[in-house]
């Protein structure tokens, strides 16, 4: 496989404690690589922001992470904020300790797509939400409900895992995610994230998945050795 069948889909990500350099570095190579995104802090869009701004490269950052426990009002503040920065993409975690109150996060999904999507990024298309929805510690029923929930509400994506808990990326939950999205006739894409550092987990995921949140090690390494 050459690099140009999966990096373009790849969120090249940085989320730990580093300083200007890495962040200036990880600008540096996602340019190179040709990678669809930098994932990074809120701290840092401004700066990535400022740094991509001549290359088609988006950046991308997450908003009440890792527990997705604010108030709606903290999660639109945190996410116009990262809007105002310059950001493409936002990574929002939902509240799945809550999934057995669906209106009530629908209704909060709903209001979040509405409010991104006034917004335009440096593509010109309306800024994209991508939905965190923890799968690696929900049951196959709560998959179910998790992406019934992302199709209804008129998000963009629906994300497997922050990569902070122990059980990230699980091939039957997205499956279950791909079916129900395909039920649903719907266009809500996949993003596939947490533990994925091989090339041969990206091929069995290629076939189902538009977007994969990897590390920015685990790239670098996969591209020095294919």
Known sequence: MHSEDWITK?????????ELKDIQL???RAVALNVK?????????KIC???LKESPVLVCTVIDFPLGQNSLQEKLTESKNAILDGVDE????????KLNQFDELLVELSNWAQFCHKYKNKSGQEIVLKVIVESGLLSNEETKS?????VESGV?????STGKVAIGAEFEKVKIMKSEIIDQGSDLKIKVSGGIRTLEQVKVYLPLAQRFGMGYKSVDSLIENT
């Open 10 to 18: 790849v969120d090249y990500t940085l989320l730990e404690d580093c």
């Open 26 to 28: 990880l600008c540096q």
């Open 37 to 45: 995104s930098v994932c990074v802090y809120p701290k840092w869009v």
């Open 49 to 51: 922001s400022e740094l």
């Open 90 to 97: 936002l990574d929002v975690v939902l509240n799945y300790k």
């Open 146 to 150: 998790a992406t019934k929930l992302c």
């Open 156 to 160: 963009d994506y629906i994300k497997t």
